[in-house]
């Protein structure tokens, strides 16, 4: 079946030490999205791929990249993980950027925790 | 710019009753609206969504929602609870075009007793 998948499901680092998320579709979509999910809260965009054009959200901090090599990967990188960025990672795909036309299709996410 | 607003955090019901989870919607245009469903320690899946095709929506595992410009509503029902039901559910709102943003709703857990 065609999904998205994050690699892995359960993260712990450290405070401070950086840390990689992994997405991967096989859905040949365009776009790609993370999101954040702080316990309790609804996801929060953080970026997103078009393609290889880069979109950040106006109020994302800077400690958290995120690089596409190719169509079907896509990482977050957070530089230097701060106890306030523990939380449920999301990732999701669309095959356009018209959020109301194109569905959004996500992964199972990846938990972190920060030590 | 659009937003969705769900009235408490916790719905609880009884197995074979009747859910009503609740989303009320701002915008200045005529929307998209969505309700995902999250399992614990899942990713979110789309329930149904409202493209104005229809005011009643049909969706996955029985669900449905009625669009109601004139309440600016958009409630999900199923009319009986499996305790598979048990999750959280968020109600989300998009208008068109390349540059449209999908904004959330807090979520409601909904708990479903024997």
């Known amino acids: 079946d065609a999904m998205v998948i994050q690699n892995p499901r359960y993260q712990v680092t450290q405070f401070g030490k950086p840390v990689t998320l992994s997405c991967s579709q096989t859905?040949?979509?365009?776009?790609m999205y993370w999101y954040q999910q702080k316990s309790s809260q609804a996801p929060k965009l953080l970026f997103h791929?078009?393609?290889?054009?880069?979109?950040n959200e106006a109020d994302t901090p800077d400690n958290f990249q995120s690089r596409r090599p190719n169509t079907s990967f896509c990482f977050l990188d957070i530089r230097s993980p701060g106890l306030g960025d523990a939380a449920m990672y999301l990732c999701?795909?669309?095959?356009?950027?018209?959020?109301?036309?194109?569905?959004?299709?996500f992964g199972p996410g990846t938990r972190l925790t920060v030590t | 710019a659009q937003s969705v607003t769900q009235l408490g955090s916790h719905v609880s019901v009884s197995e074979g009753a009747l859910v009503l989870l609740r989303c009320n919607y701002s915008s200045s245009v005529p929307p998209y609206l969505f309700w995902y469903v999250q399992y614990p320690n899942q990713g979110l899946q789309l329930l149904l969504k409202?493209?104005?095709?229809?005011?009643l929506v049909k969706g996955i595992n029985g669900f449905e929602a009625e669009f109601k410009k004139s309440e600016t509503s958009f409630h999900l029902t199923k009319p009986s609870a499996h305790m598979s039901d048990a999750a959280e559910y968020f109600c989300a709102v998009s208008l068109t075009g390349a540059n449209s943003k999908l904004t959330f709703g807090k979520g409601i857990t909904l708990s479903v007793r024997p």
């Open positions: 999701a795909t669309s095959r356009g950027r018209d959020r109301g036309k194109y569905e959004q299709y």
């Open positions: 409202y493209t104005s095709a229809a005011t």
């Open positions: 791929y078009y393609d290889k054009d880069f979109n």
């Open positions: 859905l040949n979509h365009n776009v």
